[in-house]
């Protein structure tokens, strides 16, 4: 398994307020977008992993779990100032892609153990 480097790792060059143009403000942009790619991978090892453990496809999808995930990440972004709604979008769009990524997964898994 690939490891990835922590997301902390990548410095802050300039704050919102440091940046006077545009192109400063990119920068920044693509330095946090890498940063979020970098968390996504790690976080993408782990959801591997899940479906690896996991032996029935109706595992992946656990609506008591996923809305507590969904809570969590309301109250996060709150408590950061954003928008929950926009957080909440964000994390479905994210949990609705591993649930069927982590389907797949079994389901391949149980089709090559029954051949």
């Known amino acids: 398994m690939q490891l990835f480097p922590p997301a902390a790792s990548l410095p802050l060059t300039k704050s919102p307020a440091q940046c006077t143009t545009k192109d ?3 920068a920044e942009l ?14 993408h090892g782990y959801v591997t992993r899940m479906a690896e453990i996991k032996t029935d496809p ?8 996923i809305n507590a995930i969904l809570q969590k990440q309301r109250k996060r972004a709150e408590e950061l100032g954003l928008d929950e709604d926009q957080a909440e979008l964000i994390w479905k769009t994210l949990i609705d892609w591993n649930v069927n990524y982590e389907k797949g997964i ?3 898994r149980r089709g090559t153990k029954s051949s």
């Open 24 to 26: 400063d403000v990119r």
């Open 30 to 43: 693509d330095r946090i977008d890498q940063a979020l790619l970098t968390l996504f991978a790690e976080r």
């Open 58 to 65: 109706h595992e992946a999808h656990d609506p008591v779990r």
């Open 106 to 108: 079994i389901v391949a």
